[in-house]
């Protein structure tokens, strides 16, 4: 979803661990907030991470149901092989 916030933790607690020394500086509240806000457009964004390729795509919410509902129909017919538990042996050593 384009909203979507996705991440590792939350933005308040990157920054807390990023700029530790400033967290204690009272007078770089600003400066903090707009690390936040950074972080929020940066690296939260669904928008980055479909560009580094780490999700296939962004779904509006009102397609969400369709997506999920072809995907279903997708692997219905999908019959699974059983692979060969072992392939290769050791050589005696």
């Given amino acids: ?15 807390q661990i990023l700029y530790a020394k400033e967290m204690r500086d009272p007078t770089k509240a600003g400066f903090i907030q707009e690390k936040i806000a950074e972080y929020r457009r940066e690296v939260m ?3 980055t991470v479909a560009e580094r390729g780490y999700v296939s795509e962004i779904i509006w919410p009102v397609g969400t149901r369709k997506k ?26």
């Fill in 45 to 47: 964004s669904p928008r």
């Fill in 1 to 15: 979803w384009p909203q979507a916030e996705i991440a590792v933790m939350g933005a308040e607690g990157a920054v």
């Fill in 68 to 93: 999920v509902a072809a995907c279903f129909n997708l692997l219905e017919n999908m019959t699974f092989t059983q692979r060969i538990v072992k392939k290769h042996g050791n050589i005696p050593l």
